[in-house]
């Protein structure tokens, strides 16, 4: 299993990003090669996934499961745990296309909602004075190989911080946009999105709420009693 788990972890590493039928179709084959059992039930892969963290951890890296609410959908993220959105990140572009990276996230963390509509990608964008900033063409090639690993996420006709984003940048998120970007009252991670107190409007992660309420009835940040429905 060994085999198994440093070959999933060169994959991860690759695409960066990955749900659950690209899990799949990685570790099928590979389970089949060195003839071992795939991790069949989601506990079990979740802590094949946790063996493989813990041996990565002290290289600033981590390998996590997370699910983004705007798709509802469970990805495992393969991350650098202090990175920040920089030149390093992103060995081979010219620091134009790095200052695009920061551009696109400094414009999605500064919205009260972390998204934009999918033209203003390519707006109002500072590059500091620069006089060759990224034609549009190669902006928009740019942004799809960022949304392939992850970096951001595109739906109806929005953008919003993808699960490698929000597992990658999540200290410089809470540091640099704290106005816009909080934590859930609950288990105190980022929350992005999910659902709003009626009252205080504080955002907290849908499923957090849902097992909180299981015993009491009031909003752990104000109070009142919880009136917002919890169905989408």
Known sequence: MDMVKRAFLRACINHSCLDHDQIDKILIPLC??????????????????????????????????????????????????DATPDKQNHPGLTAEECLYFSNLLDKLGQQEDCHIAWNEAYSDLDFKGSTKPPKKLRMQTLLQLWTEMGYFLESDDRLYLGPRSIVEFEFYLRSNYAETIKECALCKQLVLWDIKCSDCGRKIHRECIRKYLRTRSNCPTCGNKWATRLSQ
């Open 32 to 81: 089949e090669h060195h003839q071992v059992t795939k991790p069949a039930k989601k506990e079990a892969l979740h802590d094949f996934v946790k063996d493989i963290e813990g041996a990565i951890k002290e290289l600033s890296q981590s390998l996590s499961f997370m699910k983004h609410p705007i798709t509802g959908k469970e990805y495992l993220v393969f991350a650098i745990t």
